[in-house]
């Protein structure tokens, strides 16, 4: 069975700080797995994906994640946060031979002036 | 490429109601879906089609039809809605069909059922 668990439902940061958003997914076979953003009243975006090549995936806008098999985790990071990077966030997981994605709850990015 | 298009951006309906949102896609993808979110849900597979003349149920199907007479088209209908369906409505598309897949999604349609 697949899962995907947002650690964190909000996370607030300083403009110009960095930016962790935390992710753990849950797979039976091999995963592909995809980060989004959403911007209010929008729809998704893909920020970056996974799909077994190598493990420190970069992704737009300075965005970048890491897959830790060893951990079950592929969280988000980006070093500096910008104003504009204030969204939703979704952690996403899928498998070859399944019939959807696999949506974590989100995570909410509040960026401080 | 106008990408994943949805009509209409906002709907308020009655309970009872009927309506279809309209969902179409410029890229030649073969898999089509449409999801609903709702807080602190995420995004939930309503139907979903991996080709023209072929569509299966997804994780919350009940109240909704769908159809696929062809590639660029998948509607979604609601024969008769209820508040429970109130949420938005996200229609996405892909070349080919789950695993590594991008899905390109479109701008969501807003349903309000009173």
């Known amino acids: 069975a697949q899962s995907v668990t947002q650690l964190d439902s909000h996370v607030s940061v300083s403009e110009g700080t960095p930016v962790l958003l935390r992710c753990n997914y849950s797979?039976?076979?091999?995963?592909?797995l995809f980060w989004y953003v959403q911007h209010p009243n929008k729809g998704l975006q893909l920020l970056l994906k996974?799909?077994?090549?190598?493990?420190l995936v970069k992704g737009i806008n300075g965005f970048e994640a890491e897959f830790k098999k060893s951990e079950t985790s592929f969280h988000l990071t980006k070093p500096s946060a910008h104003m504009s990077d204030a969204a939703e966030y979704f952690c996403?997981?899928?498998?070859?031979?399944?019939?959807?994605?696999?949506f974590g709850t989100g995570t909410r990015l509040t960026v401080i002036p | 490429n106008a990408g994943v298009t949805q009509t209409p951006k906002f709907q308020v309906l009655k309970t009872g109601q009927s309506m279809t949102l309209q969902c179409a896609q410029d890229?030649?993808?073969?898999?089509m879906s449409w999801y609903r979110q709702d807080p602190g849900m995420g995004l939930r597979l309503i139907h979903y089609?991996?080709?023209?003349?072929?569509?299966d149920q997804g994780e919350v199907p009940n109240g909704y039809n769908v159809s696929r007479s062809t590639t660029e088209d998948f509607p979604l209908r609601l024969l008769s809605a209820a508040p429970s369906q109130t949420s938005v409505y996200f229609c996405?598309?892909?070349?080919?069909?789950?695993?590594?897949?991008?899905?390109?999604f479109g701008p969501g349609t807003r349903l309000l059922v009173l």
């Open positions: 996405a598309s892909s070349y080919r069909f789950g695993g590594q897949e991008t899905q390109y």
């Open positions: 797979s039976s076979y091999s995963p592909s």
């Open positions: 996974y799909t077994s090549a190598a493990t």
């Open positions: 996403v997981v899928s498998v070859l031979g399944a019939n959807n994605l696999f």
């Open positions: 890229m030649n993808h073969e898999y």
């Open positions: 089609s991996v080709g023209a003349g072929i569509t």
